[in-house]
Each structure stands twice: as structure tokens, then as C-alpha cells.
């Protein structure tokens, strides 16, 4: 099967497609034939070497996390689903033809797979960095690079549970920010106090990684009210880096739920191949995504 692989860490001039064995479902698993995988930041920083506790790496290595296809074989102890099934989930190297999912569910009515391989890990962040922070119903929460994957999910989830929300990002995506039921300024010189004419902020999320996280301590007033998932220095601020996943399981079904009540919709911003992985990431490094980016198999 074809797979994008590297054999250290470094650039994305480091990935090729290359031959390589079909994965086996192992127990607990379901190996799909993937028709999508999701593009997420944590693929090019465990690229590029960076120390994320939740990600060790042997390599060579394999390259994604997030995928969408079609169930072709099924692990000793798993119940409730048949070869055939359209699925949704997280597992490993899935930037590869056949993949191997330990986290799954069953894709909600009218998705595409294209669309759905956006979802897993984007839900899981949003939902992990909302608890963190702290932020209650009838608070606002800052998002500073909301407009991507996960900023899309967070903004849509904490409308949903009653939190007021602000968004950062750039001119283009301020419509897309109020379309999600944010209140929306762009970043650049004088944005914290565009932000505070928008008003009082309780909690921060910086999802960007551009250094803001001085001015979203200025605006919260307390570090334990601010959560990083992009920027390793964050604790020296005081500041919570948030790179460990929480339950996958848990933000597939709430991904399931809230899209069937019509709550959460992200959009695909841009569609690769296999070969164009090394694009996927210089565009993804780069930021500025309305929504999310997805490599079809």
C-alpha cells in the first residue's frame, strides 16, 4: 500500500510516499481503507522532532492521526460493527491507504468522508481546552486563532453551552468568525484593545502560537485562566500547555450528537493528495485555515 513516511525528523521535504505493508487490526481496533485523513498541527510537529509526551515516535514513522473510510477488518473484541461500515476516528500513520483505528465511530447521515476526517482529534482539543480553561455558561472566552480546525469546533461548542465568544484572526475570516456566533476582531498592532471594546474577557484560548500569550494574561488577569495548545513556552508564563489528548471516544460521540442537532459544522478549506502531504503541512504551519484541511486517499 502507499503510505507517507520519514526517516528523521526535520522539514517537510522529509515526507515520501512510499510501499510499504498493509496494517492489521490488533485487538480492540478496526482497520478501515482510508478515503480521508485530517491534516492537524500535531503532524508537523512530530515532524519536525518536537517533544509532545503524547506522541513518542520510532522511526521510521508514519504520518496522521485522523482519518475517515471504510471498516475492512475487525479486531478480536470488537462488537457492534461489520465490515462495510463507514467510520470516522483516530489512530495512527493514517496518511496511508489502509489504517488501523483505535478510536471510532460510526459517520453521522449526510457526511462526507472528506468532511468527516476533519473531526476527531479538532473535537477532542476543543472539548479538552473548554474544561481546562475553566470558562462557564454566561462567560466569555477569548480564542485567539479561532478561525482553523479547532477554533471553529470551540467556538461552536461553547455557543452551544451558553459561553460568549470573541474571535481573533485575519481580515478575510472575520464573516466565517460571525457566521459561528462569534464576536470578531482581527489580530495585528492595537487588536487587545479592539478586544476589550468587545468586552471583559474571563478565560483565553491561544490556539495560534503567535505569541499573544502576554497579552491574553493582560486581558484575563490570571494564568490560570488561559490555555495554550500551540505555543511550548507557555509555562513560563504561568500558563497550562495543553498537548496530552483526552478521551477520544467521548469527542466522537459528542461530534456525532452535535452534529446531528445541526450545532457543528466545519468546513473543508483545502483538499491534497498523498504526494502533496509535504504542501499540506507548509500550508497548515502557516495557518490562516477557515476550517480544515484534509488529504484524500
Known amino acids: 500500500m ?25 485487538p480492540g481496533q478496526v482497520r478501515i481503507a482510508v478515503r480521508a485523513a485530517g491534516v492537524n498541527p500535531v503532524d508537523w510537529r512530530i515532524r519536525e522532532g518536537q ?17 475517515s473510510g471504510v471498516v475492512d477488518e475487525i479486531g478480536e473484541g470488537v462488537e457492534g460493527f461489520g465490515i462495510g461500515d463507514r467510520v470516522f476516528g483516530e489512530g495512527t500513520d493514517t496518511y496511508a491507504e489502509f489504517a488501523a483505528l483505535s478510536a ?3 459517520m453521522p447521515d449526510g457526511l462526507s468522508f472528506e468532511e468527516a476526517a476533519g473531526y476527531p482529534s479538532v473535537v477532542e482539543t476543543a472539548l479538552r481546552v473548554i474544561g481546562q480553561v475553566g470558562v462557564q455558561p454566561g462567560q466569555t472566552l477569548l480564542v485567539s486563532g479561532a478561525s482553523g480546525g479547532v477554533g471553529s469546533a470551540v467556538l461552536q461548542i461553547a455557543r452551544d453551552r451558553g459561553i460568549k465568544v470573541i474571535g481573533t484572526a485575519g481580515a478575510a475570516n472575520q464573516d466565517y468568525l460571525r457566521s ?3 464576536l470578531a476582531t482581527t489580530y495585528g498592532p492595537g487588536w487587545v484593545d479592539r478586544v476589550r471594546r468587545l468586552g471583559p474577557v ?3 484560548l491561544d490556539l495560534a502560537g503567535s505569541g499573544v500569550i502576554p497579552e491574553l494574561l ?38 456525532t450528537a452535535l452534529i446531528a442537532r445541526r450545532k457543528l459544522h466545519i468546513p473543508v478549506d483545502r483538499t491534497y493528495t498523498l504526494a502533496e502531504a509535504a504542501k499540506a503541512h507548509i500550508d497548515s504551519r502557516a495557518g490562516h485555515t477557515r476550517g480544515r484541511r484534509v488529504i484524500l486517499i
Open 218 to 255: 493582560e486581558l484575563t488577569r490570571d494564568p490560570q485562566k488561559v490555555v495554550s495548545i500551540a505555543d511550548l513556552n507557555a509555562p513560563r508564563f504561568g500558563v497550562r500547555f495543553s498537548g496530552e489528548a483526552g478521551s477520544v471516544p467521548e469527542a466522537l460521540a459528542e461530534a
Open 202 to 204: 474571563d478565560a483565553a
Open 51 to 67: 517533544i509532545l509526551k503524547a506522541h513518542p515516535v520510532r522511526l521510521p514513522a508514519g504520518v496522521g492521526l485522523d482519518a
Open 104 to 106: 471510532w465511530a460510526r
Open 180 to 182: 459561528l456566533g462569534a
Open 2 to 26: 502507499k503510505k507517507v513516511s520519514f526517516t528523521e525528523f526535520g522539514g517537510p521535504d522529509v515526507l515520501h510516499v512510499i510501499e510499504a505493508e498493509e496494517p492489521h487490526a490488533g
